[in-house]
């Protein structure tokens, strides 16, 4: 079978990516395959295309409807009529069609949120029909050690199986090696072929961006963010309220519409907010994490991080939506020392309270003694987290298993007594947990206050044996010009206008720079280059220098021209050409 060709026709792609190729072949020939790669490599289409080339069912879950819907639009375009989507939001009778499509033969791939397939109506559904790959994306979630647990995947192997599935697709950006591990264990992969591409980025600059306090915080990523260059930008905030007023503070410090977007707003105002970010009508987005997963927006600049997150994983899954498109992009991180504190408090909050697992049990079983239950989870508990955690451990241990259900309610069936061996795998399913978060809670403090490169750092923490090999400045530790300086202090920012601007920047290295300087090395000067003739003249001294390195030359070079076209710059010509400041100014008011 030609694949270059059915990658053509269906996806209009002129070749595969790396490690595409070898995953889809895998696939296709029905082996099971374990996808590691980094966010944006394009790991749908290590299922996508073998689901299309294939002649039977490729069943595709994935724990977010959004992200599932997502790509069945996107697949409605390439292949009309292949592809649906079954879940507990959509009505039973568009349900119920969908899966009459499936057992005619008329679908090559099925979406189904992994709460359905504790439905035995569900599963008696689609028994008839021949399955090919079952494809488990965002695998990680079936991880305990992961950062994203999710008791619903447990049973994905098991319905694997029990549905004749000839191959196993597991696929996720965010295994270290101990989750990698695991993932193969808990979906029973066999003989994987494993395709992992590299976890470095080459075109992003990492900078963490210790802060005293917030207000220096907030000056400093407003100061990030001043520049048209460093937009479209997302902030990750730590929660809803954080969100909405960072978003107002930045609106209010930049001068230009920006939106929070948070799990808190309204279906509506959600797509709206995504919409308008999408469409390059908002250029800065400020959100809390329900904001990524589906977010395929190729020319974002700047990932900024106004908390430190949970876990390197989160962090980098989240960054790594910064330069899809390969060009030149950052991630800030801005680190303040009582972000550690929020995380500590966070996961002793999370720890299951002696006799809890107990009283949850007690409760259920008494609820459902008929085999079924559904209560409150009030009734269960003070903290809604921590209840479903608990189901989940219960689950773990055979006692219940959990069904699709309103977020205030707990619905199941029971499925095995609360004896002492299961109370015993309850109890150290709560342990590997917490084990687990306060793993992560030093991984990514290491990284925050650690003091090497931060590029080699991540690659490390993802087993990538690979040197770090960036296309731009590295890092903070590397190239310390990376981390954006309070306004007050960015020479940039003097003289009227309220934020330096590119412009400015590049007429004081101009003025400043004695011998007087070329097109090219205002550039360097910048971006904090270290070529020698900018060593040698000492413009590495300049207060300027620097102070643009998340930009690429290309972008400095482009603004120069338009100045020397606009006359605000001239050239003085001859063999070794230097810049002068042109009499042909626009005034600065202008801006
Ligand atoms: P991931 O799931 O790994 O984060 P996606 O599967 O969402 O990444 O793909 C990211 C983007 O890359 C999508 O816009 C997709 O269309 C695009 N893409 C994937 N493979 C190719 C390819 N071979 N050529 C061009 N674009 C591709
Ligand atoms: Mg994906």
Not at 257 to 278: K, T
Not at 462 to 479: K, L, Q, R, Y
Request: charged fraction near 25%.
């Amino acid at each position: 079978m030609d694949l270059h060709a059915a990658l053509h026709q269906h996806f209009g792609f002129a070749g595969f990516r790396p490690g595409q190729q070898a995953a889809v072949e895998a696939a296709v020939a029905g082996r099971d395959v374990l996808v590691v790669m980094p966010t944006g490599a394009g790991k749908s289409l290590c299922y996508q295309l073998p689901a299309l080339v294939r002649d039977d069912l490729t069943i595709v879950v994935s724990p977010l409807v959004s992200l599932m819907q997502d790509q069945v639009e996107a697949l409605e375009r390439r292949a009309p009529g292949r592809a649906a989507l079954v879940n507990a939001q959509q009505d039973f009778a568009t349900n119920n069609e969908v899966l009459a499509r499936a057992r005619a033969g008329a679908l090559k791939l099925l979406y189904v949120a992994p709460e359905r397939f504790s439905s035995p109506g569900f599963l008696e559904a689609i028994r008839e029909v021949p399955i090919g790959l079952f494809v488990v994306d965002e695998a990680h979630c079936v991880s305990q050690w992961g950062h994203d647990f999710r008791p619903d995947y447990f049973r994905l192997a098991d319905a694997a199986r029990w549905l004749g599935a000839k191959a196993l697709v597991a696929s996720t950006a965010t295994a270290t090696p101990q989750v990698a591990r695991d993932v193969v264990d808990r979906l029973g992969l066999r003989d994987a072929v494993r395709v992992t591409t590299g976890f470095d980025r080459p075109n992003l600059s990492f900078a963490v961006v210790p802060c005293a306090t917030t207000a220096d915080k907030q000056a400093r990523l407003a100061a990030a963010l001043a520049e048209p260059e460093a937009r479209p930008a997302i902030v990750y905030a730590g929660t809803r309220k954080a969100a909405e007023r960072t978003a107002g503070d930045l609106a209010r410090k930049l001068g230009i519409e920006v939106l929070a977007y948070h799990a808190g707003l309204a279906r509506g105002e959600r797509a709206e907010a995504q919409r308008r970010f999408m469409a390059g009508d908002v250029d800065v987005v400020v959100a809390t994490n329900a904001f990524g997963m589906g977010v395929d927006k190729a020319d974002v600049r700047t990932v900024a991080h106004e908390v430190v997150p949970p876990s390197v994983e989160a962090y980098y899954q989240e960054a790594g939506r910064a330069g899809r498109d390969g060009v030149p992009a950052r991630a800030l991180l801005f680190a303040e020392p009582r972000d550690k504190g929020l995380h500590v408090f966070f996961i002793e909050r999370s720890e299951v309270p002696e006799g809890m697992l107990e009283l949850v049990a007690e409760r259920l079983l008494f609820a459902g003694s008929d085999g079924r239950f559904d209560v409150a989870v009030a009734d269960l508990g003070d903290e809604p987290e921590q209840v479903r955690a608990v189901i989940g451990h219960l689950a773990r241990a055979g006692v219940v298993q959990p069904a699709p259900s309103p977020i205030d309610r707990v619905r199941g069936r029971i499925t095995g007594a609360f004896d002492g061996a299961a109370r015993s795998i309850a109890r150290t399913s709560a342990a590997e947990g917490q084990k687990a978060r306060w793993r992560q809670y030093r991984a990514v403090w290491a990284f925050v206050e650690g003091t090497g490169c931060r590029r080699a750092a991540i690659l490390q923490h993802f087993g990538d044996p690979a040197a770090p090999a960036p296309a731009v400045a590295c890092c903070d530790v590397c190239a310390p010009e990376l981390v954006p300086a309070p306004p007050e202090r960015s020479p940039a920012a003097g003289g009227g206008a309220s934020h330096g601007s590119l412009e400015e920047a590049i007429l004081a290295v101009v003025r400043g720079a004695r011998p007087s300087i070329g097109r090219t090395r205002v550039a360097d000067v910048l971006r904090g280059g270290k070529a020698k003739v900018v060593l040698r003249n000492s413009w590495d001294g300049l207060p300027e220098y620097g102070t643009y390195a998340h930009l690429a030359a290309r972008t400095v070079l482009a603004k120069v021209d338009a100045m020397l076209e606009s006359g605000r710059l001239q050239s003085t010509g001859g063999p070794y050409p230097v810049l002068r400041e042109g009499a042909g100014q626009q005034p600065l008011a202008a801006a």
